[in-house]
């Protein structure tokens, strides 16, 4: 006979969240740090964090705004000490003058897919211009696809503050992209 039937319905359960949880937390820190190595590298360091302490957080109300909240304490901790050692200029420079990228965040340039990029490119260097706040907000709801109270749980904000930076954010990129307002 087969495994324990009290063993079989974590599996599935785990497996959805670390699938889950992973494209979200790579979407949100490669969009804040504009860097998609360190996102993974946060994405599964956050994964074994949850991993080791699954049965607390399968319990949670919102377990993947938990792993979300983890990663941005972890990115913040990391950025910090990147920034005291003077790394993160010196990187970013590297990157466009050694690869023409925008500092690694997904596939590099190619063929018919210039436009595109572009228009990312253009969405990022926006993006990277709104307040921090406004700028995790908009990265959260648009691009981790959560919903405005898991953001605000994540932030450890109202989620009437989310509706106003999620505004604010939204007329400033607007303007920044300089596209109508609407």
């Keep these: 006979m087969s495994a324990d039937p009290a063993d079989q319905p974590a599996q599935p359960a785990w497996e959805d969240f670390s ?33 080791s302490k699954w049965e607390q957080v399968r319990q949670h109300p919102r377990p993947i705004a938990w792993a979300l909240l983890v990663a941005r304490r972890m990115t913040a901790k990391l950025r910090a000490q990147e920034q005291r050692q003077g790394r993160i200029a010196a990187k970013i420079a590297a990157d466009r003058d050694h690869t023409g990228t925008s500092g690694g965040l997904g596939p590099e340039r190619q063929g018919g897919h210039e436009q595109t990029l572009c228009d990312r490119d253009a969405v990022l260097a926006a993006l990277a211009r709104l307040p921090h706040r406004q700028r995790e907000v908009i990265i959260l709801c648009y691009l981790g696809d959560m919903t405005q109270a898991d953001v605000a749980a994540v932030l450890g904000i109202s989620v009437g503050t989310v509706k106003a930076h999620a505004h604010q954010g939204r007329a400033k990129l607007r303007k920044l992209l300089g596209r109508p307002p609407g």
């Design 19 to 51: 699938e889950s949880a992973r494209e979200k937390i790579i979407k949100y820190v490669a969009a804040m740090t504009r860097d998609y190595a360190l996102a993974e590298d946060v994405a599964q360091e956050t994964l074994i964090i949850a991993w």
